[in-house]
């Protein structure tokens, strides 16, 4: 049993030891589960009370969260409110978060930033995010949201300076500062301290402002958002925690008070993470750490070897900043890698980049990121295509530009890979 019978062993056992240590057992109490080494899976839709009366305790608490102690956790009731493979990759999870207090699972990236702004924004809010961001994210910001009266507004520069300014046009209403740091595909860094503190500035005038940071392209090994002061954390566990391409998943990160709201809207609206996608995520956070640095140590190699290509005009790659570069400070202050995601554009156009494209052999022609292999793709005319171009060419999203999520891979064969695809453009 999990839930209000977990011993919670693992929390006294290892304490002092570092995440990677933490993370094998994070979670899990083997004297719950036959003494099985690795975490078992509980393909259950609903659980046993002992009694009438514990029904009716659980389902109490699950009602008035503001009931729940720390000697009284939530019982498992049914699973579409929790499941102890929920329970378990959540708190392997906050293994990686120092500073939040609970983790919340969903069944993808989406699911969890749409729930997130479905349980702590209202009618008549204001979410401000910044731009280049993933394509779907736009879209439910300037598209769905707007159906239940919450307004939208992109800011494209990192600068603090253009948050500030849309603070103070929309003042009074702003409830969410979104960003998404390093951005997609553009890999700009915007300064989470510093939009933080705006947030904080603001707080008399405006009420609070949560500052939400979509940990993706870094987290949640080579950046860590709650020391900065961000309040809440979104990820797409598809790309780097799920790390093998082979699943659909996401996280919402936070403090307790805006953690309970998550979850009680996840209950509510039913994105549901099956026991089975929970067990592959909690496997995957066991190597998430050694993963991010192979790839990364990889990606510089590639980057390095894009730099002195004679038919790349630019690459666009956190290792690779200069340090008269406003980018490398905020880069230097927030992350401590620079993680697998090179952009690039080629001496060309779109049939150059596709031709590119159309003839890598080891690396992978496909969306997504994060995973062992090497992904290759066009954000212009995939992931980006339905976004006004207007708001495109601000951002330097054109089709000259190519993406890559560099892999586990030899990196010299995705270097000689690489090297055939552009001598054929
Ligand atoms: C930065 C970022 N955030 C969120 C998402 C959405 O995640 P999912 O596809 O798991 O819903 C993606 C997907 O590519 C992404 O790249």
Request: proline share 9%; aromatic share 0%.
């Given at each position: 049993m999990h839930g209000e019978n977990k011993k919670q062993w693992w929390k006294s056992v290892l304490p002092e030891c570092q995440p990677q240590t933490r993370v094998l057992s994070a979670g899990y109490d083997p004297e719950l589960s036959e003494m099985s080494v690795k975490v078992p899976i509980f393909p259950t839709s609903t659980f046993l009370f002992k009694t009438a009366e514990e029904g009716e305790r659980f389902f109490y608490l699950q009602n008035h969260?503001?009931?729940?102690?720390d000697g009284a956790e939530l019982g498992l009731i049914y699973s579409r409110m929790n499941n102890p493979n929920m329970e378990i990759v959540e708190d392997k999870l906050m293994v990686f978060e120092p500073g939040a207090e609970a983790a919340a699972v969903l069944p993808s990236g989406m699911s969890a930033i749409s729930t997130m702004c479905l349980a702590l924004l209202k009618p008549g809010d204001v979410i401000i995010y910044s731009f280049p961001i993933y394509g779907a994210t736009e879209h439910l910001f300037e598209d769905v949201l707007s159906k239940f009266g919450i307004k939208a507004q992109a800011v494209f520069s990192s600068d603090p300076e253009e948050y500030q300014q849309a603070i103070e046009k929309h003042k009074g209403h702003v409830a969410m500062l979104f960003i998404e740091t390093p951005a997609n595909p553009s890999i700009v860094h915007t300064d989470i301290a510093a939009i933080a503190e705006l947030a904080k500035k603001y707080e008399k005038s405006n009420g609070r402002i949560l500052v939400a940071v979509d940990n993706t392209f870094m987290g949640p090994v080579f950046q860590h958002c709650f020391p900065l002061g961000a309040d809440l954390v979104v990820y797409s566990a598809t790309k780097f925690i799920g790390g093998h391409s082979d699943l659909i998943g996401g996280f919402v990160v936070g403090k307790k008070s805006e953690m309970t709201k998550v979850k009680s809207y996840r209950s509510v609206l039913g994105p549901t993470t099956d026991p089975f996608c929970c067990w592959l995520i909690a496997r995957s956070l066991e190597t998430v750490d050694i993963r991010m640095r192979k790839s990364s140590e990889n990606a510089m190699l590639v980057a390095e070897f894009l730099k002195d290509h004679p038919k790349v005009a630019k690459v666009i790659y956190s290792g690779l900043l200069e340090k008269s570069d406003p980018q490398y400070a905020i880069y230097k202050k927030q992350c401590c890698g620079p993680g697998a995601l090179i952009s690039f554009n080629i001496k060309g156009g779109k049939a150059e980049a596709f031709r590119v494209l159309n003839n890598?052999?080891?690396?992978?022609?496909a969306v997504s990121l994060g995973g062992t292999e090497t992904l290759i793709s066009h954000p212009r005319q995939m992931t980006h295509q339905n976004l006004p171009e207007e708001m495109c060419r601000k951002v330097g999203l054109t089709d000259s530009l190519i993406r890559i999520s560099v892999g586990l891979e030899d990196p010299r064969d995705i270097i000689a890979d690489l090297d055939q695809a552009l001598a054929k453009m």
């Open positions: 969260p503001e009931a729940r102690g890598v052999r080891v690396c992978r022609l």
